[in-house]
C-alpha cells in the first residue's frame, strides 16, 4: 500500500513539471527520505488502536453550584418557613453557596418557571405535575408532602341559596387552573353525580379570585390555605366542603403536594437536594410544636393578618416530608386519569415514570 501511494506521489509530481527539478542528487535524496518517513508515520498510526473507539466516555463534570434558586407559593409553609429562618442560607454558606427566593402564585407557573431556569427547587399541589408531565416538562418529585384535613375548601357566600354539592350544576366556579383546587372540584362533582362540564369554570389566581369573591363574580371558590382560612374570617363564607370530605381517609393521598427540583440539579448536587429535604423536616417538626411561632413568620411572609394565620397554622397537621412511594403517586394517576378522561390534558401518563420521580438510595 506504502509503494502504491509512492507511485502515485511521483507521478502527481511529475505531472506538475517538477520532477526535473527532483534530479538534483541533494533535492532528490531529501524529498526521498520526506517521502518514505511521512508514509511511515502514517502506517504506524493507521496500526494503532483507536483510542476514541474502546476508552469510556469521560462523565462531564458538573459546574460549581454557587447560587441555589429556590421557588415557593402561599399553602407550602414549610418553604416559606424556611425562607423567614434562614435556616438552608446557614446550612449552604460554609459551602460557599448562596440562596435565592421567587414567589409563584400556583403550582403550574412554578413549574414553568423551573423548565426555564428561574428556579431548581420549589414545591406545590400534584396538579400542576400531572399537566407538567403531559407537557412533557422537565421536573422531577423529590418529596411529598401531607396535608391538612382543611387546608382546602370549597366555599359559598353565606347568603347563598347553593346547599349542596349538586347544587353547583351549571354554576360559575372558580379555581386555579393547573393547581390541586382543579382536581377537587371534579372529584367532587363525581361524588354527587355531576361532571366538569356542568360547571363553567373561572380560571383566577388566588389573589385575583379573593376580591372577586367579595364583589360577587362567582358562585363557589375552590382554594387552599391560607386563604381558605382569610376568607372565611374576613368574608361572610359558608363550608360547602373540603377536602377531608371529598376524598375522605385517603385526602392525604389522593391529593398530595410534593417538593419538585430541576432534572439536572437532581443529577448533579443529589447531596444538595438532601440537605433542602433535612431542612424542610425540621421546619416541619418546628411547626408543629410551636404553631403559633409560625404563625408569626408566615403572617409577615405571606402579609397576612396574624389571627389568619393562627387558624392556618393550628390546623397545620404532621407537616411531614415523605419519599415519593408508589402510594402517593397510585393517588396522582388517579388524578392523571381523571383529566385524560376530561381531556384536561392531551395525553395518558404515567405518574409512576422514573423520568420524573426521585427515589434516593437513602432516605435523606
Not at 405571606?302 to 390546623?315: G, H, P, Q, S, W
Not at 396522582?332 to 390534558?345: G, H, R, T
Request: aromatic share 10%; hydrophobic share 40%.
Amino acid at each position: 500500500m506504502f509503494k502504491k501511494w509512492l507511485h502515485q506521489f511521483f507521478s502527481w509530481i511529475n505531472q506538475r513539471r517538477l520532477l526535473k527539478s527532483f534530479q538534483q542528487p541533494g533535492i532528490r535524496s531529501f524529498a526521498l527520505l520526506f517521502v518514505i518517513g511521512l508514509g511511515l508515520s502514517f502506517a504506524i498510526a493507521s496500526c494503532a488502536p483507536s483510542n476514541s473507539a474502546n476508552a469510556p466516555a469521560e462523565k462531564p463534570q458538573a459546574s460549581k453550584l454557587t447560587v441555589l434558586k429556590m421557588g415557593h407559593q402561599k399553602g407550602m409553609a414549610l418553604l416559606n418557613i424556611l425562607k423567614a429562618q434562614g435556616s438552608l442560607e446557614k446550612r449552604l454558606q460554609p459551602q460557599g453557596i448562596s440562596v435565592t427566593w421567587n414567589e409563584f402564585s400556583s403550582t403550574a407557573p412554578l413549574l414553568e418557571g423551573m423548565g426555564v431556569g428561574a428556579i431548581v427547587f420549589g414545591g406545590g399541589g400534584g396538579t400542576g405535575s400531572v399537566f407538567a408531565q403531559a407537557a412533557d416538562k422537565p421536573f422531577v418529585r423529590v418529596a411529598a408532602s401531607t396535608s391538612s384535613t382543611r387546608s382546602s375548601a370549597i366555599l359559598v357566600k353565606e347568603n347563598s341559596p347553593l346547599k349542596t354539592l349538586a347544587d353547583l350544576k351549571g354554576k360559575k366556579v372558580a379555581f386555579a387552573k393547573g393547581a390541586s383546587s382543579q382536581y377537587m372540584i371534579v372529584r367532587a362533582l363525581e361524588k354527587v353525580g355531576l361532571k366538569y362540564t356542568d360547571i363553567q369554570p373561572v380560571y383566577l389566581t388566588p389573589a385575583e379570585a379573593l376580591p372577586a369573591f367579595e364583589r360577587g363574580d362567582f358562585d363557589a371558590w375552590v382554594i387552599w390555605d391560607p386563604y381558605t382560612a382569610e376568607a372565611e374570617r374576613k368574608l361572610r363564607t359558608r363550608l360547602l366542603a373540603d377536602n377531608t370530605t371529598v376524598f375522605g381517609e385517603k385526602a392525604a393521598v389522593e391529593s398530595p403536594g410534593f417538593y419538585y427540583a430541576a432534572p439536572d440539579f437532581v443529577r448533579d448536587h443529589p447531596d444538595i437536594v438532601k440537605i433542602i429535604l433535612q431542612e424542610l423536616e425540621k421546619a416541619g417538626s418546628w411547626a408543629k410544636s410551636n404553631y403559633k411561632d409560625s404563625a408569626k413568620l408566615l403572617s409577615k411572609l405571606y402579609k397576612v393578618d396574624l389571627a389568619t394565620m393562627n387558624i392556618v397554622e393550628e390546623r397545620g397537621g404532621d407537616r411531614k416530608v415523605l419519599p415519593v412511594t408508589d402510594e402517593v403517586l397510585s393517588g396522582l394517576q388517579n388524578m392523571a386519569d381523571s383529566f385524560y378522561e376530561l381531556k384536561v390534558i392531551p395525553k395518558k401518563i404515567d405518574v409512576k415514570d422514573k423520568n420524573f420521580n426521585w427515589v434516593p438510595d437513602q432516605k435523606w
